[in-house]
Nanobody, 123 residues
Framework: QVQLVESGGRLVQAGGSLRLSCAAS????????VGWFRQAPGKEREFVAA????????SYADSAKGRFTISRDNAKNTVYLQMNSLEPEDTAVYYC????????????????WGQGTQVTVSS
């Protein structure tokens, strides 16, 4: 079991930037990676990015490539999502989750989830 807390979400204008944080506590070594997902009202939960704890291997959704960067600080047990060139379509609740097995791209591969942080991008 690992506890995850997201922070950093806020209202931002299109073209702006945000950095989200995901702080992990508890049995942090029991999971091998952390992923970011997002969910807008009326839409399915969508994969954004993931990173492994060991060597920092990254995976990105097509919508995130070239704009978003995921990173981690193992000493702080924290994962970050740097979001640049934000668009109104990026508006959603952003969640981080602990990965244990399966594909990084599917929510079913993650067992522990944070409560989410709201990101709103205005035109």
């Amino acid at each position: 079991q690992v506890q995850l807390v997201e922070s950093g979400g806020r209202l931002v204008q299109a073209g702006g930037s945000l950095r989200l944080s995901c702080a992990a506590s508890g049995r942090t070594r029991s999971n091998n990676a952390v992923g970011w997902f997002r969910q807008a009202p009326g839409k399915e939960r969508e994969f954004v990015a993931a990173i492994t704890w060991n060597v920092g291997s990254t995976s990105y959704a097509d919508s995130a490539k070239g704009r978003f960067t995921i990173s981690r600080d193992n000493a702080k047990n924290t994962v970050y999502l740097q979001m640049n060139s934000l668009e109104p379509e990026d508006t959603a609740v952003y969640y981080c989750a602990a990965h244990y097995s399966g594909s990084f791209y599917y929510a079913k591969s993650y067992d522990d989830w944070g409560q989410g942080t709201q990101v709103t991008v205005s035109s």
